[in-house]
């Protein structure tokens, strides 16, 4: 296994632009979290799936976020109409359970110009 | 909701010193994580903690999780250089939302050779 992979590792968009990022877990980890992180700052919890199941997405920013992880396999993230603030390190990370040890994968910089 | 607070917020120490980080919390926590993050990389993970008083060493780290189970602390022995980079811990509970994971702000940790 590869550990967690995140695609792609950077993206720049003009603002007003819909972006989307993948993470691919570790295989047969059921959990699976989102994170942002601006400079300066521990990791932000975004969302996250227990298998295909969203448990939690009160956390997501505005409406214009928004994740699936359709077979609970990889998740997508995407962000509609970015803003110049949604600039981050956007992370994700895989667990087996709720109370074991979470792997993060090496994250997405997204630049909004 | 839960928050942690992670101190010091920087280091500055010498080659070859010993070092002492820790991570405190209002609220009681079922699983510790320590993690180290280098400039535009994810989290890589460190040490994991289950058990109340469990204390766990890494090489020449060494973590414990807090009797109350409200606090961790990392310590690192004999620093080197590749040591530098941002500490975070990480608490895992059950109930409530975020996921059950959540950050420190980080310790970011400089060493002088």
Sequence with gaps: DTGVSQDPRHKI???????????????????????????????????????????????LLSDRFSAERPKGSFSTLEIQRTEQGDSAMYLCASSFTMNTEAFFGQGTRLTVV | GQQLN??????????????????????????????KQDPGEG???????????????NGRLTAQFGITRKDSFLNISASIPSDVGIYF?????????????????????????
């Design chain 2, 6 to 35: 992670q101190s010091p917020q920087s280091m500055f120490i010498q080659e070859g010193e010993d070092v002492s980080m820790n991570c405190t919390s209002s609220s009681i926590f079922n699983t510790w994580l320590w993690y």
């Design chain 2, 43 to 57: 989290p890589v993970l460190l040490i994991a903690l289950y058990k109340a008083g469990e204390l766990t060493s």
């Design chain 1, 13 to 59: 968009t003009k603002r007003g632009q819909n972006v989307t990022f993948r993470c691919d877990p570790i295989s047969e980890h059921n959990r699976l979290y989102w994170y942002r992180q601006t400079l300066g700052q521990g990791p932000e919890f975004l969302t996250y799936f227990q298998n295909e199941a969203q448990l939690e997405k009160s956390r």
């Design chain 2, 89 to 113: 811990c990480a608490g895992v509970y059950y109930g409530g939302s975020q996921g059950n994971l959540i950050f420190g702000k980080g310790t970011k940790l400089s060493v002088k050779p």
